[in-house]
C-alpha cells in the first residue's frame, strides 16, 4: 500500500499493534490529565502553577494549560504533587518516554516495502513490549484514579449533607449517566 508521497506504508497487522499502543499511550496522558484537574479542583493537591516561560502564553486557565501540556510537563507537575514510590516513578517516566518514541519515531525509522516477515514480527514484538510497559504505568495512574475518586465521592457526599440536599450531587450524576 502507498501512500501520496509514494512510500510504503506498515502492513494491518503493524499498524493495529501499533494503534493499540497508541491507545494505551492516550489512556496514560488522560489519567495525568485527570488527576492533575480533579485533585486539584478537590484541594487534595496543589493546583498546577505555570512556570514563567508558560505565563508567557495565553492560558485562560490552568485547565487549559493541562489541555495542551506535553506528557513530560503533566507527569513532572503530578511528582511535585504526590508521593511515589521510586520504583513507580520510574515505571512511570518510561511509559513517558516510550509515549514519545512511539507518537514521534518509531513508525518512520523503517522501509517497509522491503520488510521480511521476520522483521515484521520483530517490529510487532517491539510495539508489544512498548504496549505492556504503557500498560504497567496505566495500571498505576489508574490506581490512583480510584482512590482519588473515592476520596471525592466522600467529600461531594459531606457537602450534599451539609447543604441538606434532597438528591446527592454524586447520586445524580451517576444516575445520569446510567
Sequence with gaps: MKNPDNK?????EIAYNYCVAMFKAQQLEDD??????SAGYYGIIDE???SKREKEKPHDSVVEFLDEATCGRL????????????KHWQILESAIKDRNFLAHKYLVQF?????????EKKIVRIIYELYLRLHRAVQILRALKNDLDAKTDRIDL????LAGSKQPRKKAR?????
Design 75 to 86: 507527569l513532572h507537575a503530578l511528582k511535585n504533587r504526590i508521593q511515589l514510590s521510586t
Design 32 to 37: 495525568l490529565r485527570y488527576l492533575l484537574d
Design 8 to 12: 510504503s506504508l506498515p502492513s494491518r
Design 111 to 119: 522501509d517497509y516495502e522491503n520488510l521480511s516477515k521476520e522483521d
Design 174 to 178: 451517576l444516575n445520569k449517566t446510567a
Design 158 to 161: 459531606s457537602l450534599d449533607e
Design 48 to 50: 498546577v502553577e505555570l
